[in-house]
């Protein structure tokens, strides 16, 4: 049996290269302000894998995406082993546009913070008397650059993500970032509008675009998951606060009340965490994991 080793590693992911196409494989691991944490959260891998499918599914009608099948007989036998079994992803090879399309439809976190200040999130004027959770008269593209593992991801405006954009794909800059960010919003509609009617606000949440061979724009990455956007349940919404969640916000908060936890979280943060990610997998697609 041929060994494989990722080429690249980053906070949640391993990618391999099959070849002909890349395994994504999504790992128990779990990542907050920038920093992996020591424990394993069991079963999150699938969650995300098997969530990433049902959006790509959905979608489809709106962008094509680079998956192709997380059926792990449809990839080599290196890949039929257990720790494989449920969390991976045989993907198309993309050239990744490097930018991370956010979108907010509602506004809280950090978001909230800078509007607070000066009325904008991301230099994006808005009305004023908005509340905290408030949902947005309409959703909002804030990009980010691509940061390596342990370096903060830096929001830019739409030009400046032109500008960052050109330097890659030299002529293609103003076309490709019109384009995702059309995408991006669009996308975002459809899904919070089937969300939101499953029981599940998606405040915001971030994708990845990339080329595939033709040059044609796909989707990449992952998608819609608890550990890429925000779910906050319908039943008990209420703008003015901030809401339950969830996403990892669970983690976060308990980090946040705990600083000198060294990113070790106690066995009961564990539980719940995964337990919030399989009843928003149950409510958005209809089946236990």
Known sequence: MKEYK?????????????GDSIIMVATDRISAFDHILQNKITQKGEVLTKMSKFWFDLTADILPNHMISIDNNDMPEFFQQDEFKGNSMKCKKLTMIPMECIVRGYITGSGWESYKKDGTICGIKLPEGLKESDKLPEPIFTPS?????????ENVSFEQGIEYVEKVFPGKGREYVTK????????????ADYAREH??????????FGLDEE????IGDEMLT??????WPVEGYEPGKSQPSYDKQFVRDWLLANPDSNYLLPDEIIDKTIEKYKEAYKLLTGKDL
């Open 6 to 18: 990722p080429f690249k590693s980053g906070k949640v992911r391993e990618v391999y290269d099959a």
């Open 215 to 218: 040059g044609n724009i796909l």
């Open 199 to 208: 029981g599940i606000i998606i405040a915001d949440t971030k994708f990845e």
């Open 226 to 231: 608890p550990d890429s956007s925000r779910f």
């Open 145 to 153: 650059t691509k940061a390596e593992i342990g370096d903060h991801d």
């Open 180 to 191: 995702i960010r059309d995408y991006t919003i669009a996308i975002y509609k459809k899904c």
